[in-house]
């Protein structure tokens, strides 16, 4: 089962047009991750470490506008998994409801501070990912 976060829309992400702007929805999003990884990882050990999990690509499609007073939540789980990166899924819905209102793939790479680039996903780092990951249904 996916990671979920509640967010309930105010009035300052909305935009012009009394919707959620696009760029709101990233920071929702990004909230939605950091959740995911306090609440399943020991993310101040993996911060010490100087190992972090970067975004170097976001695609999203926007479905349906949320609107003030509307609380989402947004499911959050590990897509696949390859030697330098990791795709987390997130889909934003209205609460009670079936509608998507986005829903984006972010694509991740371990990056080492210390050494100053990316590095192989692998050990603990990989065992965490495949724990948030979501079976792939039999067909």
């Known amino acids: 089962m996916p990671h979920t976060t509640r967010i309930k829309v105010r009035g300052y992400h909305l935009d012009l047009y009394s919707h959620v702007n696009n760029a709101r929805y990233l920071e929702f999003l990004e909230e939605a991750r950091w959740t995911l990884f306090e609440e399943r990882t020991d993310l101040p050990r993996y911060m010490a470490s100087g190992i972090a999990l ?27 998994i390859s030697n330098r990166s990791a795709v987390i899924h997130q889909r934003v819905l209205l609460a009670g409801k079936d ?39 039999a067909v």
């Open 54 to 80: 970067i975004v170097v690509n976001i695609n999203i499609d926007y479905r349906y506008p949320a609107t003030m007073g509307d609380e989402l939540i947004i499911e959050s789980s590990v897509k696949s």
């Open 99 to 137: 509608t998507v209102v986005a829903q984006a793939d972010v694509t991740m790479v371990a990056f080492d501070s210390q050494a100053g680039r990316a590095v192989p996903i692998a050990g603990e780092l990989k065992s965490v990912l495949e724990s948030m990951q979501e079976p792939v249904a």
